[in-house]
């Protein structure tokens, strides 16, 4: 499966974005997806996951409750709407498919290209 990712962009702190990863080529709710992130000079860390249909989801602790992963999989896309972000939110973000749930990340099939999030003090 190929996966775009958009919707990133530059905001001011407090603010909110949602980011887009379409996904082509492959039958898209066969796949668990979801989103990393790479802040500058730091690993990528997982962000959250949603199942197949989305009916179950999970987050690193510390984003649960100002982030939401869904999708649509009749628009093949899944989502990551972020609210009250935080100049530490400042990183690209990448979506990714895995036929695995929970998500393993040695598993993940394809990656997004990455969408630059830039959160401003």
């Known amino acids: 499966v190929q996966l775009q990712a958009s919707g990133g962009g530059l905001v001011q702190a407090g603010g909110s974005l949602r980011l887009s990863c379409a996904a082509s080529?492959?039958?898209?709710?066969?796949?668990?997806m979801g989103w990393y992130r790479q802040a500058p000079g730091k690993e990528r860390e997982f962000v959250a996951a949603?199942?197949?249909?989305?009916?179950?989801?999970y987050y690193t602790g510390s984003l649960k409750g100002r982030f939401t992963i869904s999708r649509d999989n009749a628009k093949n896309t899944v989502y990551l709407q972020m609210n009250s972000l935080k100049p530490e939110d400042t990183a690209v973000y990448y979506c990714a498919a895995t036929p695995l749930f929970p998500i393993v990340t040695t598993s993940i099939n394809s990656w997004g290209q990455g969408t630059l999030v830039t959160v401003s003090s």
């Open positions: 949603i199942n197949w249909s989305g009916g179950s989801t």
């Open positions: 080529g492959r039958t898209f709710s066969n796949y668990a």
